[in-house]
Structure formats: C-alpha cells, structure tokens
C-alpha cells in the first residue's frame, strides 16, 4: 500500500511540470513532509468546459491543480467516512471494482509526490521483538513522482444547493502494484507512477480503453529509487517538517 507520502514542491513549479492551465490561489496547500490519508493533496487532473462544444458536440478538455482529499468516497456512498479506507487502489482489480471502475474510467489523475514511506517489519535479536521501521523511498534523480491516482465527487445531501461549494466533496485515491527495486526491499506494494509521454492520455477524460490505461501505468522512476531509513517520528501523523527525511543509523 501507499499510506504516507511527501508533497513539497510550491504550486507554481507543479503548474509548470505539468503543463496546467487552472489554477486558484486559494487552492494552495502548505508544504507536507508526512501526507496522511484524509489530508488535502495535489492532484493533476483534466475536466471539460461544458459550453464550449464543438462541431461535434465534444467540450475542449482543461487541465487544473485541484486539491482533493485522499480518500477515495464514491459517488453512490451513503457516508463520506468510508473514504479513509479507501486511500488505495489495486491495479489489479481497479477497472473491476464498484468503488473505483467509474472514476477510472473518466476521473483519472496524477497525484505529484517527492516520495513515499514504507514500513518493514524487523526482528530484534536481543528481546525478539517486532518493530516496524519506516523507510523514506524516492527517485534516485531528485525527480517530482506523478503518482497514478483517481478521483470523485460526492454530493452532500445536507446541501440543498448544487451550486453551493459545500454540496461537493473531492476525493482521490492512489494505485498500487506489486513492490520491486528499492521498495521491494521494504514493502510488498508500492504506488504506481506515469512518465512525461503518457500524462496525456491517462489525464484524457475521453480516453476510456482499459488496457490501454493500465498499460500506461509503470513503477516510480522506472525503478530507479532509493530507500534510506528515517526516524519513526513520521509514524505520528502530527509529525511534519524536512528532518523527517534525515537518515538515521
């Protein structure tokens, strides 16, 4: 799974990697060390301008920085709550799940990452105790990490008036696979990230053939990541700040 990343990078240097078009100051997140489920994000994501057809009835696509909360709620969900458990999608059956077969069908995004943290299990010799120590996990060129994600909205029904901010809530979740390289090492799953050339069609609200998406779908860095070990403050979700990040021995 991908249960904490780091998010650093301003919204301006996100807006100009990846090409956005939207963007509203009001929108700006702080910079987060330890991204937890339930937090606001970044998310890169295309949606149409209804009102502008053209001849064929088709709306030119826009692509915007939003910040949806991770957590995936579904649509049809009778409580919001159930977007805590739903920080993950598996590539395996994500085209396949009631929660998430929608969104990837139409609501897919890039979700910007400096990196993730993974937790491996390690024994202690002298008492045999279990403790888990958390790796901080990153592209091994510094590189931002576009991590595949999705999104929805749910419509509050408390909320009479669909035009009311209020009636929405935006949601996201990642997708992850099978562990490998450096990752592997620490954890048996791992998120999913796009290269530069795919963006495109995997941001493309029109683009709905699902082997082709998942085949767009490729491991962090094309696997050239590193792992070090970092303290376990950042097993505190309050714990915030780039000391986090520290190696420790």
């Known amino acids: 799974m991908c249960g904490r990343y780091v998010s650093t990078r301003s919204p301006q240097e996100l807006t100009r990697i990846f090409d956005v078009a939207r963007w509203s100051p009001e929108e700006t997140l702080e910079q987060n060390w330890n991204v937890a489920p339930t937090n606001e994000v970044y998310a890169v994501l295309e949606r149409a301008d209804r009102g502008e057809e053209d001849e064929e009835g088709e709306a030119p696509a826009r692509r915007e920085l939003r910040t949806p909360r ?4 579904p649509s049809w969900a009778k409580d919001p709550k159930i977007g805590s458990r739903m920080i993950n999608a598996r590539v395996e059956t994500v085209h396949e799940k009631p929660a998430y077969r929608r969104a990837f069908a139409r609501r897919r995004c890039l979700l910007p990452a400096d990196g993730f943290y993974e937790w491996q299990q390690l024994k202690d010799e002298a008492t045999g105790k279990v403790r888990k120590q958390p790796y901080f996990i990153h592209p091994a060129d510094g590189q931002v990490m576009a991590l595949a994600g999705l999104y929805e909205y749910w419509r509050n029904p408390e909320v009479k008036d669909r035009d009311d901010p209020a009636a929405w809530l935006l949601t996201c979740t990642i997708i992850t696979t099978e562990a490998t390289d450096a990752a592997g090492r620490v954890h048996p799953r791992m998120p ?8 495109e069609a995997w941001l493309d609200p029109r683009h709905d053939d699902t082997e082709h998406l998942r085949a767009l779908l490729t491991r962090p860095a094309d696997g050239n990541l590193n792992a070090r070990p970092v303290s376990t403050a950042v097993n505190n979700t309050r714990s915030n700040g780039p000391q986090l990040l520290e190696e420790v021995r």
């Open 192 to 199: 999913l990230a796009l290269t530069f050339d795919h963006y």
């Open 70 to 73: 991770w957590g995936l709620v």
